[in-house]
């Protein structure tokens, strides 16, 4: 089992930055890809950006392109995602989430961690 936790949501006025962070912990060598998803009130849960394990490839979504950049530090098994020039549209929770495998779902959810963007 994998288990993840996000952490560094805030409040922060448009323009601004925050970085999150994803600790994985367990059975980290089963991992294929770790990605964050985020979800606003009212609408569906959309993807963000995505890294292998390996940190080879790494993927952002189009709205947040030149934004947002995702990162990972082997050592401390973490994921970052370091998020610029935000929007209050940008306002959402934000979710990591890790598969073992290229065809696999997402899962073990972290709880997320709240990011809000005042205009």
């Known amino acids: 089992q994998v288990q993840v936790v996000e952490s560094g949501g805030g409040l922060v006025q448009a323009g601004g930055s925050l970085r999150l962070s994803c600790a994985a912990s367990?059975?980290?060598?089963?991992?294929?890809?770790l990605a964050w998803f985020r979800q606003a009130p009212g609408k569906q849960r959309e993807f963000v950006a995505s890294?292998?394990?390996?940190?080879?490839?790494?993927a952002v979504a189009d709205s947040v392109k030149g934004r947002f950049t995702i990162s990972k530090d082997s050592v401390k098994n973490t994921v970052y995602l370091q998020m610029n020039t935000l929007k209050p549209e940008d306002t959402a929770i934000y979710y990591c989430?890790?598969?073992?495998?290229?065809?696999?779902?997402?899962?073990?959810w972290g709880p997320g961690t709240q990011v809000t963007v005042s205009s």
């Open positions: 367990g059975r980290t060598f089963s991992i294929h890809s």
């Open positions: 890294t292998l394990w390996n940190g080879a490839r790494t």
């Open positions: 989430a890790v598969r073992p495998g290229p065809a696999t779902d997402f899962g073990s």
